[in-house]
Structure formats: structure tokens, C-alpha cells
T-cell receptor, first 114, second 117 residues
Framework: QKEVEQNSGPLSVPEGAIASLNCTYS??????FFWYRQYSGKSPELIMS????GDKEDGRFTAQLNKASQYVSLLIRDSQPSDSATYLC??????????????FGKGTLLTVNP | EPEVTQTPSHQVTQMGQEVILRCVPI?????FYWYRQILGQKVEFLVS????????KSEIFDDQFSVERPDGSNFTLKIRSTKLEDSAMYFC???????????????FGPGTRLTVL
């Protein structure tokens, strides 16, 4: 079983719509969850972090975490063409005493059409 | 806004040669990391570093790799004898000190694209 799974996409939404990105993880001990945005050829840029169950909102972005289901999602409201990028889900694993490394999913490619 | 910087942006080398990739972490951060991303694949953890020693390393980080903080600002990754499969983007990241250990949020530099011929 893959540690962090995401649909590779592409996910295509019209400008102004809500984009919904999903991620599941296999290690129940995982404590911290992150969404990074990566434009083609660029580095990951941290956009959201979430640590407890429920929703966390920051501007047009809302992260949702459900530890019982081992599921984390990212909603982007009022999607803009500039949101077109690959969105990486990352998990900080605490199992085995490791609280340093991030484990990434392969990412979901989002395309926002004008 | 403080940011992680990396040099060079692109490094081309011959197989078997040594390369050193350089990073300047965010100034008040004390935890440093290297990740790599082979083209089309996911970002993979290589190593974490704190207080002048390796905190954790992955299976990828074998004896050909080493890290060093040669002075108060730079953090380097050395690959002693490069292989074709080392071709990838190498990202440096840093995080500040949290309440117990590193802060969870890691900030990435722009990366060095390493091409091994």
C-alpha cells in the first residue's frame, strides 16, 4: 500500500469553480499534514498545514482532515487560472521516532480553464 | 520575506564526478533537509540535519552522499561519484525550532537541477 496516495489527475475546472483535491495516507500515527503547490519546473510551495480533525481556512483555501478515515483534502474556492499547478499532499510521520521527514504523494495536476 | 536559496540552479556533470550542491537556509531556521525529485516522480526525502549532525536519512542516502554545514550560513550536499540515476532536481528545505523538535512546516528552496551524462 502506498504511503500517501493522490489521484494524479488531471483535474480540470472552469474559472470561478471550486476545485477539490483529495489525499489518503496509510500510517495512522501520522500527525501533521500539508498541501504544497508546485508549478512546472519549480519547487514545492507550502500553502496549507493542518494538524487536527476538521476544517482550516486560509483565504480561498480550505484544508479538511479526517484522521479516522486517514483522509485529507484541499478545497480551492473561486479557482483562478493562476491556480493551475500540481498539488502535493505531504505527511509528517512520527512512527519510529521520526518527526523530521515529509512523505509526499505523487501530486494532482489541476488545470483551471478561463 | 525570508527564503531558502540554492546554487547552482543547474549542474551538468560527467558520470563518476563529484558534485557539491549548496543551500542557504532561512536565517533563524536550525533544521535542514535535502529532498530530490526525479523527473515525473514524487518528491523523496534524503536526509535531515540538526546541530551539526544527521538526524535521519533515507535508503537513498548511501555512502556516496554526505552533508555538511561548513559555516554559519551554508548547507551542502555532496555526491562523491555521480551515477546516471542521480539526475534529478535536488531541493533544500529548512524549518525553525518548534516546541519540542523541529517545527513541522518546511520551506523549500528553488532547487538545483543535476544532470549526469
Amino acid at each position: 500500500q502506498k504511503e500517501v496516495e493522490q489521484n494524479s489527475g488531471p483535474l480540470s475546472v472552469p474559472e470561478g469553480a471550486i476545485a477539490s483535491l483529495n489525499c489518503t495516507y496509510s500510517d495512522r500515527v501520522s500527525q501533521s499534514f500539508f498541501w504544497y503547490r508546485q508549478y512546472s519546473g519549480k519547487s514545492p510551495e507550502l500553502i496549507m498545514s493542518i494538524y487536527s480533525n476538521g476544517d482550516k481556512e486560509d483565504g480561498r483555501f480550505t484544508a479538511q482532515l479526517n484522521k479516522a478515515s486517514q483522509y485529507v483534502s484541499l478545497l480551492i474556492r473561486d479557482s483562478q487560472p493562476s491556480d493551475s499547478a500540481t498539488y502535493l499532499c505531504a505527511v509528517n510521520k512520527l512512527s519510529g521516532g521520526s518527526n523530521y521527514k515529509l512523505t509526499f504523494g505523487k501530486g494532482t495536476l489541476l488545470t483551471v480553464n478561463p | 520575506e525570508p527564503e531558502v536559496t540554492q546554487t547552482p540552479s543547474h549542474q551538468v556533470t560527467q558520470m563518476g564526478q563529484e558534485v557539491i550542491l549548496r543551500c542557504v537556509p532561512i536565517s533563524n531556521h536550525l533544521y535542514f533537509y535535502w529532498y530530490r525529485q526525479i523527473l515525473g516522480q514524487k518528491v523523496e526525502f534524503l536526509v535531515s540535519f540538526y546541530n551539526n549532525e544527521i538526524s535521519e536519512k533515507s535508503e537513498i542516502f548511501d555512502d556516496q552522499f554526505s552533508v555538511e554545514r561548513p559555516d554559519g550560513s551554508n548547507f551542502t550536499l555532496k555526491i562523491r561519484s555521480t551515477k546516471l540515476e542521480d539526475s534529478a532536481m535536488y531541493f533544500c528545505a529548512s524549518s525553525e525550532v518548534g516546541t519540542s523538535g523541529p517545527s513541522n512546516e518546511q520551506f523549500f528552496g528553488p532547487g538545483t537541477r543535476l544532470t549526469v551524462l
